[in-house]
C-alpha cells in the first residue's frame, strides 16, 4: 500500500533526472510505486505538484528529489486548506452512482433533500450521527450498511437487513440502544456488496457521507453543518 511506503519515499532523491511534464511524472510514479495514480496537476505553489494515489494526496517537485507526504497545504494569503478542498474534489462521486436499492431508506416530510451515509454499527461516532440525522426534516437519508470495525458488527448489520422495519431496527440499536434480536439468515448479500463497492471508493472510516452533489464528508457532522451542506445542494 502506497501509504505505507511513503515514509520510505520521504528518504528518496535524484532518481529521475527532469520531469517537467505532468503525463511524464505520472508514469515515473506509477513506475516507482506500482500502484496506479489517479492524477497528477500543478499545486500551484513553490514549483509543487499535487500527486493523488492511493486516496492519498502527497506533494513533489519536477525531479521528485523530495516528497511532502501527510501534511496539508495551506495558502498563506487565505489560510484555506488547498489539501482538504482538494481531496473533497478527488474524491467526490455522481450521486446517481449510489446502488441505493442496497441502503436503508428513511423519507422525512417531503424528502426533497438527499444525503447517503456509509455506517458500522458499532461506531460510536455513527451513533452520534444517527441522533442529528433523525433531527433533519424533509430529507431523504439512504444508510449504507457498512460494518467494518468487528464480527459483531457484521452480524448487526444482517440482523437490522433482515428486519420487517429495517429503519426501525436501525433506530433502535443507533440511538436507543436496544440491540437487534432477530434472524440474520435472509439474502445479506446487500452487506458483502457495500463492503466491496466501499473498498473501491476507499471509504476507510465511518460514518462517511456524501451529498447530493456527489461530494463526501467523512465523520459526523453536527446538525447546523449538515443542514448548511444541504441548503447548499438544493
Known sequence: MLKKMLPLLLASCGFVS?????ADIKKSMEAKLGVKVESVTKAGYMGLYEIYADGTIFYTDEKMSAFIAAGQLIDGKTMKNVTEERMRKLTSIKFSDLPLDRAIK?????????????EDPNCGYCKRLAKELLRLDNVTVYTFLYPIL??????KSKQIWCAQDRA??????????KAPTGKDDCDTSAISKNQEFGRRLNIGGTPTIFFSDGERVPGALPLAKIEQRLSQTK
Open 168 to 177: 426501525k431496527a436501525w433506530n433502535d440499536w443507533m440511538v436507543d440502544g
Open 18 to 22: 527532469a520531469y517537467a511534464d505532468e
Open 106 to 118: 428513511q423519507v422525512r416530510g417531503d424528502g426533497k433533500r438527499v444525503l447517503a451515509t456509509f
Open 150 to 155: 468487528s464480527e459483531d458488527s457484521i452480524k
